[in-house]
């Protein structure tokens, strides 16, 4: 299918835990995002990719890594996860905004319970 | 830094009444993007319009309308005669065009409650 998806849809893990959030996409889109969102915050940008091997830090990227081996695969990990990364994450991709008239188009999210 | 501020946390409206939703934005580029999306209670992000910096033009889509004012950097939101359906989260994004450095920065969003 054709779009962005993003995998485990929900996911429970223990503090301490490494966790890999999946996200893959079929556009060939060269930008990719991770955001959180939390009650209060919005949307907050953790860290995103203009293309494969090359990415860069967002807003909140304490706690997370990410790599883009591959242009249709960003996958988020949080190394040792903390009740503070308890949160509903979106992934989202997009062609150049400056080249093309077009917009990000995001994931369905992972709502992710650390406990 | 690019930054979205939208003061509005929360509005509640009676069905049919219009409201407008605030969005100020910071950004020291003189290209750049806005964008507003619309989160239902299902979750997911819908994109509803995109406007670039050269572009001053005020947009209507049926009900809803967009007013892009660059000298007070603020890119409103109006919905007219509003319905039950329009109850969502709506955010408003700044993307800058720096060196072709396209993140996308998030306002808070505001939580809007139709009622019927």
């Known amino acids: 299918d054709a779009g962005i998806t993003q995998s485990p849809r929900y996911k429970i893990t223990e503090t301490g835990r490494q966790v890999t959030l999946m996200c893959h996409q079929t556009w060939s889109h060269s930008y990719m995002f991770w955001y959180r969102q939390d009650l209060g915050h919005g949307l907050r940008l953790i860290y995103y990719s203009a293309a494969a091997d090359i990415t860069d830090k967002g807003e909140v990227p304490d706690g997370y890594v990410v790599s883009r081996s591959k242009t249709e695969n960003f996958p988020l990990t949080l190394e040792s996860a903390t009740r503070s990364q308890t949160s509903v994450y979106f992934c989202a991709s997009s062609e150049s905004l400056g080249s093309m008239n077009t917009e990000a188009f995001f994931g369905q999210g992972t709502r992710l319970t650390v406990v | 830094a690019q930054k979205v501020t939208q003061a509005q946390t929360e509005i509640s409206v009676v069905e049919k009444e219009d409201v407008t939703l605030d969005c100020v934005y910071e950004t020291r580029d003189t290209t750049y993007y806005l964008f507003w999306y619309k989160q239902p209670p299902s979750g997911e992000l819908v994109f509803l319009i995109r406007?670039?910096?050269?572009?001053?033009q005020n947009e209507i889509s049926g009900r809803y309308s967009w007013n892009f004012q660059k000298s007070t950097s603020s890119f409103n939101f109006t919905i007219t005669a509003s319905q039950v359906v329009d109850s969502a989260v709506y955010f408003c994004?700044?993307?800058?065009?720096?060196?072709?450095?396209?993140?996308?920065?998030f306002g808070k969003g505001t939580r809007l409650h139709i009622l019927p």
């Open positions: 406007r670039n910096s050269f572009d001053e």
């Open positions: 994004a700044l993307s800058e065009a720096r060196n072709r450095d396209d993140k996308i920065i």
